[in-house]
């Protein structure tokens, strides 16, 4: 989800929402994948 100059990324669960991580538009997202930078 993108929200003004950030991405959310977040798992649905039953109860609620598990929050994975919030990164700023100017961040290098797909480096940060990379290195694994989004494992639960």
Request: hydrophobic share 50%.
């Amino acid at each position: 989800m993108i929200y003004g100059m950030y991405a959310v990324y977040y798992l649905s669960r039953d109860k609620g929402i598990l929050l994975i991580r919030v990164l700023h538009g100017a961040r290098d997202i797909e480096a940060i994948a990379d290195q694994g930078g989004f494992a639960v």
